[in-house]
């Protein structure tokens, strides 16, 4: 097929609609890409429950196959299963997967051995070069010697027990927990990672299902956690836990059925982690996360590192600072013993020890770590980007007790509030983000920042 591949080749990961945008023929010239590009004598892939997934998959491992690669295909897998599959095997890898998008889209997530993340500047560029210049010519150059082999292995097993080796939950009372699935991955792994403990879980949309019969697998949308809220009310559930479609995220749910800030989250599982460390360590956040975050942290004893959005920025931190744990605003949770790579499940164990560890309501324990009043993400179509940051930085720009900094986008920062505006890399919008210790002034604070943003 004829592609545009600067439509599907993003920033960190292959997207796009099947068959419209690519296909299996595309697949397997990707397979053969990768395989070119790591220079790796074997590999390992996975995909999630879309239709298209398989077929996809498949094709992949013919391409890096037929340049001399041996392929293992863990087959249905969570994103965070085939990163556990790539570290433990020490093999790069590929996960087809679109996670929440829509039924019609998938998409390619690929590691180098260890789980290390591939990017536009790590490899993602070179692939898609060679990808291009294949689809003009018709076929990639031969290769000399023998073609590789594929093989099948099942490793949710293994993806479990290491799981369950790094958090204890063996000694915790019993809890209630209602699941919702999403109809994604969560459905194949939360079964196996939760047997045995002394959970009653209430499953919620476990059956596999790429056409997302019952809500989007997106979390981060409260429409999508609407029926997870009411069924946590109803079972009288001491929580409830979301997955997204690849099952990398998870987002967690209280007794009351309010959802939990994964800033919050992130502070919980950050003292956790802390602790198994000896009080000391660094901790990753991004820079709209929570300030409950770093406060936390340091009365943990730890080091708060202030890094920029995006997995590819928090997992180079977390190799540069030798960090223990990583968390953003979006439910990704990052952990050093994990290969640096970010796994939903992992954190929802962390919740599940520290919950069943005492005695108390879920919306108790959290209480500590969510200090502040915080807007979420608010997104505004503009005409010139750099024009309305220009803007808010000329309106608060020399105020006293104000600083700027230009990390992401303009963070303007003050005694008892913040906000960050940053420009979407592929639409024309800016995202703000805004932060106070009480409700009226963040209203303030964010109107105000949304009328310059605006006008």
């Not at 959970?199 to 697998?217: K, S």
């Amino acid at each position: 097929m004829a592609a545009d591949l600067s439509q599907i080749v993003k920033a960190y990961d292959v997207r796009g609609v099947v068959p419209d945008q690519w296909d299996e023929t595309l697949a397997e010239l990707f397979g053969a890409a990768f395989a070119r590009v790591t220079g790796a004598r074997a590999i390992v892939t996975g995909h999630d429950m879309r239709p298209s997934s398989p077929a996809l998959s498949g094709a992949f491992a013919r391409g890096a196959a037929a340049h001399g690669v041996d392929v293992t295909e863990i087959g249905l897998c969570s994103t965070d299963q085939l990163y556990y599959a790539s570290g433990a095997l020490d093999l790069p890898g590929a996960m087809f997967t679109a996670s929440h998008n829509p039924a019609r889209y998938n998409g390619i997530k690929l590691c180098r051995a260890g789980a290390a993340p591939v990017g536009q500047d790590t490899g993602l560029a070179e692939i898609r070069a060679l990808v291009e210049r294949w689809t003009d010519s018709g076929a990639p150059e031969p290769t000399a010697g023998t073609p590789g082999t594929v093989t099948r292995r099942d490793t949710l097993d293994d993806y479990a027990a290491h799981l369950r080796s790094l958090v204890d939950l063996t000694t915790i009372r019993p809890l209630k927990v209602v699941v919702d699935a999403g109809n994604g991955m969560g459905g194949h792994t939360v079964p196996t990672v939760l047997a045995g403990l002394p959970l009653t879980v209430v499953p919620m949309y476990f059956e596999l299902d790429g056409t997302f019969p019952n809500h989007e697998a997106n979390p981060l949308d409260p429409a999508n956690l609407v029926d997870l809220r009411k069924r946590v009310r109803e079972e009288d559930a001491d929580l409830g836990l979301a997955f997204d479609g690849d099952a990398d995220r998870c987002f967690v749910v209280d007794e009351r059925g309010e959802p939990v800030s994964p800033s919050a989250i992130t502070a919980l599982v950050a003292s956790r982690e802390l602790a198994r460390n000896g009080g000391k360590g660094t901790i990753i956040h991004n820079l709209i996360t929570s300030w409950s975050v770093p406060e936390v942290v340091r009365e943990n004893g730890g080091t708060p590192e202030r890094t920029r959005v995006g997995h590819s920025f928090i997992k180079a931190e977390m190799a540069r600072t030798g960090a223990i744990f990583g968390g953003e605003h979006s439910a990704h949770y990052y952990f050093r013993d994990f290969w640096n790579a970010d796994t939903g499940m992992l954190a929802a164990l962390h919740v599940l020890a520290a919950l069943g560890g005492q005695q108390g309501t879920l919306s108790a324990l959290v209480a500590q770590y969510d200090r502040y009043v915080g807007s979420g993400e608010i997104n505004s179509t503009v005409d010139d980007q750099a024009a309305r940051l220009a803007a808010i930085r000329a309106a608060y720009e020399g105020r006293e007790g104000i600083t700027l900094d230009d990390l992401d986008g303009l963070t303007v920062t003050a005694a008892d509030w913040w906000f960050n505006v940053r420009p979407s890399n592929t639409e024309p919008l800016l995202r703000l983000n805004a932060e106070a210790r009480d409700e009226a002034t963040l209203t303030t604070v964010r109107d105000q920042a949304l009328h310059l943003i605006r006008t």
